[in-house]
């Protein structure tokens, strides 16, 4: 029965978050251990808005491992799927080889079935992969029971998931050692330490990209001379300099160290041999209209950053929110399009003054931003012990849900 099955069964629900790099990642030195050319740091956003849920479940009566992501099963054998599998059953077998744990020993030689669900859309340049396998890789240690360094797992599965095993800000340090196990994260401060900032997610439009990371970074590692400059050059100054922004709570420094990194990054797609354009005319519009908005209050009020895909993150603190959303809507009027334009955290109402509307007035692009994500730092990932969130039914096959 059942029932039966369902004792026999161990099962784990896990949540994991996006994170945005600030100072960011582009470009392996190993393709397959997944190590970085420069170092990284980002803001781990509020799961609250974006996460992963991940169910993962073992039993003796599974004949295989299987995984369904986002109501699709896909193939288990994908080689970076594999890494995170075979390290952390490798984990699980050293901690019952050390201390003898029965329950461990019982389910190592269980198959397990994975299910994953994410909040948002996939592959729209939201970073899906880094929530993804951050929390693949979360779940099966809670459900091997196996503790201590996980980001380096992670990292095997997307480079940016490491950066998601911490809340707050995070740097992926990137390690000095061929085997990779000293390119870890490091959460750099809490989402605690910083209360008052705030992110906007404006997304432009929920199509896959054209040019994906993994293919793209290896063509400018191959191409891009200004790609090693940054690496050797730039990123190791930035991330000491965008560190002590945080730390200090000062947001000049932040925003723009945030906006230079980005607009660097792009270069460096740029500078790609063929190009790579990820920016498109919204994200082009979005930039100018911050550069604008800051001018006008003759001090950095906002700040952007775009990773791969024409998305924009849009970094402030809490008392600029609402009048910056009123900005936006004038830029690009909402479009009934079914979607709710306003999503995430509740936003007020604000009246823009004329010095402001006369900026913002020129050639409004309706529909250019599809909808708005209201969201700020939060924590990383956790075990849930709600069980509505439970992807998998008593037989370890997924739910029809989400």
Same mark, same amino acid.
């Given at each position: 029965?059942?029932?039966?099955?369902?004792?026999?069964?161990k099962?784990?629900?896990?949540?994991?978050?996006?994170?945005?790099?600030v100072?960011?990642? /582009?470009?392996?030195?190993?393709?397959?251990?997944i190590?970085?050319?420069?170092?990284?740091?980002?803001?781990?956003?509020?799961?609250?808005?974006?996460?992963?849920?991940?169910?993962?479940?073992a039993?003796?009566?599974?004949?295989?491992? +299987?995984? /369904?992501?986002n109501?699709?099963?896909?193939?288990?054998?994908?080689?970076?799927?594999?890494s995170?599998?075979?390290?952390? +059953?490798?984990?699980?077998?050293?901690?019952?080889?050390e201390?003898?744990?029965?329950?461990?020993?019982?389910?190592l030689?269980?198959k397990?079935?994975?299910?994953?669900?994410?909040?948002?859309p996939?592959?729209?340049?939201?970073?899906?992969?880094?929530?993804?396998?951050?929390?693949?890789?979360?779940?099966?240690?809670?459900l091997?029971?196996?503790e201590g360094?996980?980001?380096?797992?992670? +990292?095997?599965?997307?480079?940016s998931?490491?950066?998601? *095993?911490?809340?707050?800000?995070?740097? /992926?340090?990137?390690?000095?050692?061929?085997?990779?196990?000293d390119?870890?994260?490091?959460?750099?401060?809490?989402?605690?330490? /910083?209360p008052?900032?705030?992110?906007?997610?404006?997304v432009a439009t929920?199509?896959?990209?054209?040019?994906?990371?993994?293919?793209? *970074?290896?063509?400018?590692?191959?191409?891009?001379?200004?790609?090693?400059?940054?690496?050797?050059?730039?990123?190791?100054?930035?991330?000491?300099? *965008?560190?002590?922004?945080?730390?200090?709570?000062?947001?000049?420094?932040?925003?723009?160290?945030?906006?230079?990194?980005?607009?660097?990054?792009?270069?460096?797609?740029l500078?790609?041999?063929?190009?790579?354009?990820?920016?498109?005319?919204?994200?082009?519009?979005v930039?100018?209209?911050?550069?604008?908005?800051?001018?006008?209050?003759?001090?950095?009020?906002?700040?952007?950053?775009?990773?791969?895909?024409p998305?924009?993150?849009?970094? *402030?603190?809490?008392?600029?929110?609402?009048?910056?959303?009123?900005?936006?809507?004038?830029?690009?009027?909402?479009e009934?399009?079914?979607?709710?334009?306003?999503?995430?955290?509740p936003?007020?109402?604000?009246?823009?003054?004329e010095?402001?509307?006369?900026?913002?007035?020129?050639?409004?692009?309706p529909?250019?931003?599809?909808?708005?994500?209201?969201?700020?730092?939060?924590?990383?990932?956790?075990?849930?012990?709600?069980?509505?969130?439970?992807l998998?039914?008593?037989?370890?096959?997924?739910?029809?849900?989400?």
């Amino acid at each position: 029965s059942g029932n039966f099955r369902g004792q026999e069964m161990k099962k784990v629900t896990c949540t994991a978050p996006v994170n945005i790099a600030v100072i960011k990642y /582009w470009g392996k030195q190993n393709e397959e251990l997944i190590l970085p050319i420069n170092s990284s740091l980002s803001v781990t956003l509020h799961q609250d808005q974006l996460k992963t849920t991940t169910s993962a479940a073992a039993s003796r009566e599974f004949t295989e491992d +299987r995984i /369904w992501l986002n109501g699709k099963e896909e193939n288990i054998s994908h080689p970076r799927l594999q890494s995170c599998l075979r390290e952390i +059953r490798r984990l699980a077998r050293k901690r019952r080889n050390e201390e003898g744990d029965e329950n461990v020993s019982r389910i190592l030689n269980d198959k397990v079935h994975i299910c994953s669900v994410n909040n948002f859309p996939t592959a729209a340049g939201l970073a899906s992969s880094a929530a993804g396998y951050a929390c693949l890789v979360y779940t099966l240690a809670k459900l091997y029971g196996v503790e201590g360094e996980l980001s380096e797992i992670a +990292r095997q599965g997307s480079g940016s998931a490491c950066r998601s *095993m911490y809340g707050g800000f995070v740097q /992926w340090v990137m390690g000095e050692r061929d085997d990779g196990k000293d390119s870890l994260a490091k959460q750099v401060e809490p989402e605690s330490h /910083w209360p008052e900032l705030r992110v906007l997610i404006l997304v432009a439009t929920a199509e896959k990209k054209h040019v994906g990371s993994t293919a793209g *970074m290896q063509t400018s590692v191959e191409t891009s001379p200004l790609l090693k400059l940054r690496a050797d050059l730039v990123v190791p100054e930035r991330m000491e300099a *965008m560190i002590e922004s945080i730390r200090k709570k000062d947001f000049k420094a932040f925003g723009e160290l945030t906006m230079k990194d980005s607009n660097q990054f792009h270069a460096t797609c740029l500078d790609t041999y063929p190009p790579i354009f990820y920016l498109n005319s919204v994200s082009q519009r979005v930039i100018s209209v911050v550069h604008q908005y800051n001018t006008y209050y003759g001090q950095t009020k906002v700040a952007y950053s775009f990773d791969a895909g024409p998305n924009a993150v849009i970094f *402030m603190l809490e008392p600029t929110v609402n009048e910056f959303v009123e900005v936006v809507k004038h830029c690009f009027p909402p479009e009934s399009n079914g979607d709710t334009y306003l999503k995430g955290l509740p936003v007020g109402s604000a009246v823009l003054s004329e010095g402001l509307q006369s900026i913002v007035a020129s050639d409004p692009n309706p529909g250019g931003v599809r909808y708005i994500i209201y969201t700020k730092p939060g924590p990383g990932p956790t075990l849930s012990q709600d069980l509505t969130l439970d992807l998998l039914d008593a037989d370890g096959l997924p739910l029809q849900c989400a």
